[in-house]
């Protein structure tokens, strides 16, 4: 099975949909959390993510638009109501198995705080080789990874929408993995500035 990895999409529609067309055939879309900023909401990206039937796990930026401190933003007239609905549906985690392989998908950290951001060689990370999950997805710290901790193999897309900046452009970045071979390809492309 191979599987499309984004993360940290921050309303960046116009690169996520160069990330989708970049990444090929793939059996499924993922995605480990932050599809907005906490105060800006992209109807787009959530029209993209939701054709593509993308499995999606809430960031810390949805955790603040769903709270008290984003009321003003879900009320607002141009944000479609039906994915806010979808955003408050949607889990903080994804366990499942494919392949027959453990899975989880978290934005942060697996642990608590899970806000933590979780960088190479961080306690955090290295606690990984605790866990029953062949694979752990994780998002927050906009810097790709594919590491093995112990079982584990630890992926970190980087982000989808928010990366570097040029004049040339956005140097995005995501993950291909092919869970037959567990090969991961962490792929970063410049794609034009965000339109406003």
């Given at each position: 099975m191979k599987l499309g990895i984004v993360s940290d999409i921050h309303c960046n529609a116009d690169a996520l949909r160069s990330a989708i067309d970049m990444m090929g055939d793939i059996d499924e879309l993922l995605c480990a959390g932050d599809m907005i900023y906490e105060f800006r909401f992209s109807n787009e990206v959530l029209d993209v993510l939701r054709e593509r039937k993308a499995r999606v796990i809430l960031g810390n930026h949805e955790w603040v638009m769903l709270g008290d401190h984003g009321r003003a933003l879900r009320e607002a007239t141009p944000v479609n109501q039906d994915h806010?609905?979808?955003l408050q549906e949607s889990p903080f985690r994804i366990e499942t198995e494919v392949n027959g392989k453990k899975l989880l998908m978290v934005h942060g950290s697996p642990f608590e705080p899970w806000k933590?951001?979780?960088y190479k060689n961080s306690e955090h990370f290295l606690r990984l080789a605790e866990l029953e999950y062949d694979y752990v997805i994780m998002g927050h710290t906009h810097s790709a990874l594919a590491e093995r901790v112990g079982r584990t193999l630890a992926i970190n897309p980087g982000s989808t929408g928010e990366g570097q900046r040029s004049e040339e452009g956005v140097a995005i970045s995501y993950a291909l993995l092919d869970t037959a071979s567990d090969?991961?390809?962490?792929e970063r492309v410049l794609v034009p500035p965000p339109s406003r």
């Open positions: 806010v609905r979808f933590t951001y979780v090969e991961v390809r962490i």
